[in-house]
């Protein structure tokens, strides 16, 4: 069975950072297209970033561009989601989640943002951003 875990998250104030980590339990990052989503209470889930297999391919929600860097080391079978100058609006549940069934044309057109391409997915890990 495929897993996922999340961690890296926490308290931080506004205009802060956080880096995100993501790893795999039992198979290897680098044959998937990974993306970040997050939640907040009472919203939907929202696609904020994802990254081609290759790292050479990534997209970002609107809402992020400029502040959050997406990446990935697959010798260390990771991925990462580096936050800065992070809002209160950035508040909710981070999850990783990968998948094989997307294009690097789909990856570049933010198509991957869409949940409906990931089949696995991790517990998440909790961002916080308050004075």
């Known amino acids: 069975q495929l897993q996922l875990v999340e961690s890296g998250g926490g308290l931080v104030q506004p205009g802060g950072s956080l880096r995100l980590s993501c790893a795999p339990s039992?198979?290897?990052?680098?044959?998937?297209?990974i993306a970040w989503f997050r939640q907040a209470p009472g919203k939907e889930r929202e696609g904020v970033s994802c990254?081609?297999?290759?790292?050479?391919?990534?997209s970002y929600a609107d809402s992020v561009k400029g502040r959050f860097t997406i990446s990935r080391d697959n010798a260390k079978n990771t991925a990462y989601l580096q936050m800065n100058s992070l809002k209160p609006e950035d508040t909710g549940v981070y999850h990783c989640?990968?998948?094989?069934?997307?294009?690097?044309?789909?990856?570049?057109?933010?198509?991957?943002?869409?949940?409906?391409?990931?089949?696995?997915w991790g517990q998440g890990t909790q961002v916080t951003v308050s004075s």
């Open positions: 990254i081609s297999s290759s790292g050479r391919s990534t």
């Open positions: 039992g198979f290897n990052l680098a044959y998937y297209t």
């Open positions: 989640a990968v998948t094989r069934s997307i294009t690097i044309s789909q990856i570049l057109q933010a198509a991957c943002l869409s949940s409906r391409w990931y089949d696995t």
